[in-house]
């Protein structure tokens, strides 16, 4: 079977460059190791996790919020097991539009692991033992990530349990810690502690969501405080025991010999995740990781092997689902002889919590240490008036821009839509706008995104109308 790109991997990164790949004429080939498509993002990750913070979301205001709006409830059930059935059905559709998508692009999808004979030739071994192999001109590694476990933490996928499990826990918890502070433990936290569960979060680093703005971190704290969940910040634990009805996890305090211990119904190991090679028999390909296990790659996503390119999160990088989608698009558009480009940069990140967290470009921190002088524009979610009427009024939008140029150099939102308001900074950004350009275009009233032309206004003269 002769291709002219075969794609190992079928996560948000692999199917798109297959889309990509067959949209430009080449003869495409999409392996994936299990019976799924879609990948983490799509099974396991980005999609189920939404569908359950949005179920209880719905839930928290039904139980907190309908009562000022005037809906008198008299009684209500987190019904955990519908919530999860749910989220199986919305995993079901996305998954059977990816399905769809292959076919109406005919694309050969081969389900099994695949692996290099040679740089040139993969061999790809089903469930039964059954080898299919595919001669193909260049291959794209897009086999993703999975959790990090260290063996102190006796992973066993019932009582201690990553992001996959969790998503599938029927019957709520009573009480739940999650060790880490990053995207995957505070989302799927912030889900358990909305349906009533005690969650309680231990992070090695002094603050939450540490690789975003310092103002994110602290909004977002205060905003997970009032839902209930608590923080061991500076903390470290050094040893998870579980049995059959609950886990004990020992704590130390970070820089010290006091330790103390928790107990729980669950406890949720979110500490990051791992490039995911397993099986490739890369040696075989020639293809070379660097010392964390990431397949090495230059800024054209192309690996030691001049046919052979690897995207995603098995690469350096944020590991994110629209990073890999971009990269997929580069690879397949340059192998087609175009000249597409990517700025890491102005690839955005998101917490999904409420209120959810987005950002791109530069922070305050990174300003500082490149030494460039900046000046800052905030603005108070709690002094939109769609925020009140909301009754979302947690969070604000800070801008940071060129004290010189007045160039937008980050922005940092903390708040309700922040997710679908982050893509105005970044359009901004990427034309390279200064803050009166966004301070001077007229923005719908009333809106979320209202704060951040205020907020723009206080970066370009410190003269925000509503403050």
Known sequence: MQYDVVIIGSGPGGYVAAI??????LKTALVEKYKSLGGTCLNVGCIPSKALLDSSEHYHNAEK???????ILKSIVADLARMVERKNEVVSQTVSGIEFLMKKNKIDVLHGIGSFKDPHNIVVTDDEGKTTELSTKKTIIATGSKPITPAAFNYDKKRVITSTEALQISKLPKKMVVIGGGVIGLELG?????LGT????????????????VDCSRELTKSLKKLGMTFHLSHMVTKV?????????EVQKRDSDETFELKADYCLVAIGRRPFTDGLDLDKAGVKLDEKGRVIVDESCLTSHADIYAIGDVIRGAMLAHKAEEEGILVVEQIAGQKPHINYNLIPGVVYTWPE?????YTEDTLKEKGVEYKVGKFPYKALGRARASMDIDGMVKILADKKTDEVLGVHIVGARAADMISEAVVAMEFRASAED?????HAHPTYTEAIKEAALMATENRALHI
């Open 198 to 213: 005690e969650v309680v979060v231990v992070e090695y680093l002094e603050r939450i969501i540490a690789g975003m703005d």
């Open 20 to 25: 990509r790949a067959a949209q430009l004429g």
């Open 241 to 249: 025991q579980s049995s059959k009805t609950n886990v004990a996890i």
């Open 190 to 194: 912030s889900v358990f502690a909305r």
């Open 357 to 361: 967290v987005a950002s791109v470009g």
């Open 438 to 442: 966004i301070a001077r275009m007229s």
């Open 65 to 71: 919020n309908f009562e000022q709006h005037g809906i």
